[in-house]
């Protein structure tokens, strides 16, 4: 089946810094991929739609220049969360879909101290 | 507004229960629905997926229903096991390559 892979799984780092992860579909070609935010106990909140070769499509509310995202091949999309602070903790889960699914990654838990 | 409501929040059965789990969608003109299991910490396991023109599918001991007209869905868990202890997610799509439209879950615990 289709497979969606995060790195890293987990990253702690300091307020200011920028942290970036990475989604790959590992066994399909997306020309869609979508970044979620999800706090404890919450549902996912989506951030932006990321289309290969293309600019990232934000929700509204989401800083694009706070959450950088771009999807450089078919299947690879980077989100930075740049200069980050405590309030960016979070877990951040990417999603690829496929024509007919989308298929999730394992998640990302930022902790930013 | 397009929203997706599940009932209830969480869920405690004894290991062995049959259960059922309720999504509601605010718009009928659905593309399709979708429900998903999540483990502590982890990513979205697809479960379930209901086409639009399906009422029903099935896989193993889970079946989930979809009544368009009524804007429900249920998931049907069956013989319940301690290993089915999770947050079970349900997700609609309005249009062909539309973005999923998410309930907030529903915490289920299944008691050996």
């Known amino acids: 089946g289709a497979v969606v892979s995060q790195h890293p799984s987990r990253v702690i780092c300091k307020s200011g810094t920028s942290v970036k992860i990475e989604c790959r579909s590992l066994d399909f070609q997306a020309t869609t991929m979508f970044w979620y935010r999800q706090f404890p106990k919450k549902s996912l909140m989506l951030m932006a739609t990321?289309?290969?070769?293309?600019?990232?499509?934000?929700e509204q509310g989401v800083e694009k220049d706070k959450f950088l995202i771009n999807h450089a091949s078919l299947t690879l999309s980077t989100l930075t969360v740049t200069s980050a602070h405590p309030e960016d903790s979070s877990f951040y889960i990417c999603s690829a879909r496929t024509s007919y699914e989308q298929y999730f990654g394992p998640g990302t838990r930022l902790t930013v101290t | 507004k397009q929203e997706v409501t599940q009932i209830p929040a969480a869920l405690s059965v004894p290991e062995g229960e049959n259960l059922v789990l309720n999504c509601s969608f605010t718009d009928s003109a659905i593309y399709n629905l979708q429900w998903f299991r999540q483990d502590p910490g982890k990513g979205l396991t697809s479960l379930l997926l209901i086409q639009s023109s399906q009422r029903e599918q099935t896989s193993g001991r889970l079946n989930a229903s979809l009544d368009k007209s009524s804007g429900r869905s249920t998931l049907y868990i069956a013989a319940s096991q301690p290993g089915d202890s999770a947050t079970y997610l349900c997700a609609v799509v309005y249009n062909q390559g539309g973005k999923l439209i998410f309930g907030q879950g529903t915490e289920l615990s299944v008691k050996p």
């Open positions: 990321s289309n290969e070769g293309s600019k990232a499509t934000y």
